[in-house]
């Protein structure tokens, strides 16, 4: 699949869809996840694609967003990617394959888990996910540890970024989706020895 066209249309669609805010957001993953996908030989439009997308859905009323995620392949009602703040995940995948015609796995997998993640992440999955938690526009970001997780290599910067993620949720009371949990726990299990 051809992505440049798609993306020209995508960038008015996130303005028209996303309060500024978000928009400036969705952009900043995008120009960050096409920056990861370069370093790993992987098409920099399937990242910018994947980051555009990614929260497009975020600001639909939730019963909308509710209704698409659930036409998400092999998801069911009591599925982690169903619960409310995390829907806009695989409600976006649907729109963008029912909508614009992705046919690209990949780019919708990663869209759908990159709220939650899922033990098992690599490629663009694993690129998307760290860039909406590094994009270096979102508030708070403390940017030494931006730049501390964008100089390791992949795993190792995902390990980092999901311990800083569950920390984050552990200290401000949030609930940890499964999913996240079981991520974690892979990634510790596979910390390389001394
Ligand atoms: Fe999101
Ligand atoms: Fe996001």
């Known amino acids: 699949m051809a992505y440049a066209e798609l993306l020209s249309s995508l960038y008015p ?5 996303l309060s500024p805010s978000r928009a400036a957001h969705s ?15 992987l098409d920099p439009d399937r990242g910018r694609l994947a980051g555009l997308a990614h929260d497009l859905c975020k ?24 619960a409310e703040k995390v829907l806009h995940g695989p409600a976006a995948a649907v729109l963008l394959s029912r909508d614009y015609g992705v046919d690209d796995d990949d780019i919708l997998e990663a869209i759908a888990f990159h709220t939650v993640g899922k033990p098992t ?16 526009g979102r508030r708070n970001r403390d940017s030494a540890f931006v730049e501390r997780c964008l ?16 920390a984050w949720l552990e200290s401000t009371g949030h ?11 892979s990634l510790q299990q ?3 020895g001394p």
Request: charged share 20%.
């Open 13 to 17: 669609l996130v303005d028209e869809k």
């Open 27 to 41: 952009r900043g993953v995008a120009d960050l996840a096409a920056a990861l996908c370069a370093r790993q030989d």
């Open 59 to 82: 600001e639909m009323p939730v019963d909308d967003q509710r209704k698409l995620a659930a036409g998400y392949p092999g998801i069911s009602p009591g599925s982690a990617l169903m």
């Open 121 to 136: 992440m690599n490629g663009l999955c694993l690129i998307l996910y760290c860039a909406d938690k590094l994009d270096p």
């Open 151 to 166: 100089a390791l290599p992949p795993m190792e910067m995902l390990r980092l970024v999901v311990s800083a993620s569950i």
């Open 175 to 185: 609930a940890i989706a499964p999913e996240t949990r079981l991520l974690y726990t």
């Open 190 to 192: 596979s910390v390389p």
